[in-house]
């Protein structure tokens, strides 16, 4: 089945920092989600990409399909910004559809 | 519009038991999938309803099962639980099956002893 890293698996930051989010996958894929899970586990939707770019206040993420690929950027950051940033990608299968999830990168930000 | 909706949020149950947690989707959206979230295993994809037909599965065993009405609102069954199955369940709802946004509910968590 398809693989989905991401990278860095932690991330401490000072408030006000901007940061970098990596997500690699092994196959086309024809659907790229970025969540934010938040302290009680729901999974709040930050990005629907599975390619181009979007931008949504102070978070941005780009898809590069091609190169399998998707970045999502946090400027300016802020200490609710903490939690754990799951990327997920779908594969087309002709009897249904699933999300594979990354192992996810935990945020700290500092005040 | 409201979003989807889980119940119940905690569940306690004892090793052996089953357990059926519910899940109604956004107004509109017809398929739901699952998930269970362990800290070992990460988050992963139990199984895909649409139009009540099961339409895609992950690797759970058997006594993972789940169904769908014509609501669209789903269940899911969990039967004879091992100590293992204690994870955050959680639900998904998307406009049709395929590349479409999914949304998720708040999660059930569930602790076996």
């Known amino acids: 089945g398809i693989q989905v890293e991401q990278s860095p698996p932690d991330l401490i930051l000072q408030e006000g920092a901007n940061s970098t989010l990596r997500c690699n996958f092994s196959?086309?894929?024809?659907?790229l989600q970025w969540f934010h899970q938040n302290p009680w586990g729901q999974l709040i939707n930050l990005f629907y990409?599975?390619?181009g770019t979007k931008q949504n206040g102070r978070l941005s993420a780009t898809t590069v399909a091609t190169e399998r690929y998707s970045l999502l950027y946090i400027s300016s950051s802020q200490t609710t910004d903490s939690g754990v940033y799951f990327c997920?990608?779908?594969?087309?299968?002709?009897?249904?559809?699933?999300?594979?999830f990354g192992e996810g990168t935990q945020l700290t930000v500092n005040p | 519009k409201a979003g989807v909706t889980q119940t119940p949020r905690y569940l306690i149950k004892t090793r052996g038991q089953q357990v059926t947690l519910s899940c109604s989707p956004i107004?509109?959206?017809?398929?739901v999938s699952w998930y269970q979230q362990t800290p070992g295993q990460g988050l992963q994809f139990l199984f895909e309803?649409?139009?009540?037909?099961?339409?895609n599965k992950g690797n759970f065993p058997g006594r993972f099962s789940g169904r769908q009405f014509s609501n669209s609102r789903s269940e899911m069954n969990v039967s004879t639980l091992e100590l293992g199955d204690s994870a955050l369940y959680l639900c998904?709802?998307?406009?049709?099956?395929?590349?479409?946004?999914?949304?998720f509910g708040p999660g059930t968590r569930l602790t076996v002893t």
């Open positions: 196959d086309s894929v024809n659907n």
């Open positions: 998904a709802s998307s406009l049709f099956q395929g590349a479409y946004e999914q949304y």
């Open positions: 997920a990608v779908e594969v087309a299968e002709t009897s249904g559809s699933r999300l594979t």
């Open positions: 309803y649409f139009s009540e037909t099961q339409r």
């Open positions: 107004s509109g959206h017809r398929s």
């Open positions: 990409i599975p390619s």
